[in-house]
């Protein structure tokens, strides 16, 4: 029986999040998984991956192979490179720290006076002006 570390979808249509599990290699993609070893979400920013280092070693160890995605996730954790034994990678990014957001009605800002000018005043000003060119004309 081979055995493969593969993903386990789970969430919403637009927002999956995975587990990471070991299973049967023929069993279906959200399948009957033997053991749980992490998760995956994809969609935080930055994404986040928590692994059981330990127990994707013994599994390792002892023969299961990791899809492609499972395998990037696990260059970028550490986890493959340590089996491998190869050096480590970089350590992955941390969040940033959000940026103040500058405030809008402080005493250093303008009156927040609309730049552009209506349309509307733009068309009675046309209009005035033309009636009274007309007008001087006339005269």
């Known amino acids: 029986m081979a055995v493969k570390i593969k993903?386990?979808?789970?969430?919403?249509i637009r927002s999956p999040h995975y587990?990471?599990?070991v299973a049967d290699s023929r069993t279906r993609r959200d399948g009957r998984a033997i053991?749980?070893?992490?998760?995956?979400?994809?969609?935080y920013n930055p994404s986040v991956m928590e692994v059981d280092a330990e127990r994707v070693a013994y599994w390792l160890g002892v023969g299961a192979q990791p899809t492609?995605?499972?395998?990037?996730?696990?260059?970028?954790?550490g986890d493959w490179q340590k089996f491998k034994g190869e050096p480590a990678?970089?350590?992955?990014?941390?969040?940033?720290?959000?940026a103040e957001r500058p405030s809008f009605g402080g005493e250093d800002e303008g009156k927040g006076e609309a730049i552009t000018q209506k349309k509307k005043a733009e068309k009675k000003d046309e209009a005035a002006a033309e009636s009274s060119s007309s007008a001087s004309t006339e005269a």
């Open 89 to 98: 990678p970089a350590p992955l990014l941390q969040p940033a720290e959000k």
């Open 19 to 21: 587990r990471i599990i």
């Open 68 to 77: 492609e995605p499972v395998m990037a996730i696990l260059k970028k954790t």
């Open 35 to 43: 053991e749980e070893i992490g998760k995956y979400h994809p969609t």
């Open 7 to 12: 993903l386990k979808r789970l969430g919403k």
